[in-house]
């Protein structure tokens, strides 16, 4: 198992780490693996300046992303939305803006 860079510029360009912002991606199409794929991924946004292509470009990863929103609509009326849940629709939410801002993903 490689180590992973910690230096924003390696961060790009290191083989291990985009290696696993791949598989996170892959991950995100399972509902068994999703909420801690889109943790990291959610964390990973501001380091990866190609993310929002890679999101746009991957299967099914807008689709996850739209049902991770439709999700949560029954526990916003009445208002019953738990801490945990406000959190995994905010990562949610995040890639979402990280692909509409991205100048060729908008």
């Not at 910690?6 to 995100?28: A, G, T, V």
């Not at 991770?68 to 526990?75: D, G, L, R």
Request: hydrophobic share 40%.
């Amino acid at each position: 198992q490689g180590r992973l860079c910690h230096q924003p510029l390696c961060l790009s360009r290191c083989p291990y780490f985009r290696e696993k912002i791949y598989q996170w991606i892959i991950e995100l199409s399972s509902p068994d693996t999703r909420e801690a794929a889109l943790l990291e991924l959610s964390k990973k946004r501001e380091v990866v300046s190609d993310l929002a292509p890679m999101l746009w470009n991957s299967f099914g990863t807008m689709a996850a992303l739209l049902q991770e929103i439709i999700n949560i609509y029954p526990a916003i009326n009445p208002p019953v939305l738990t801490a945990h849940q406000s959190n995994r629709v905010c990562n949610a939410l995040a890639l979402l803006q990280c692909v509409a801002s991205h100048p060729d993903t908008r």
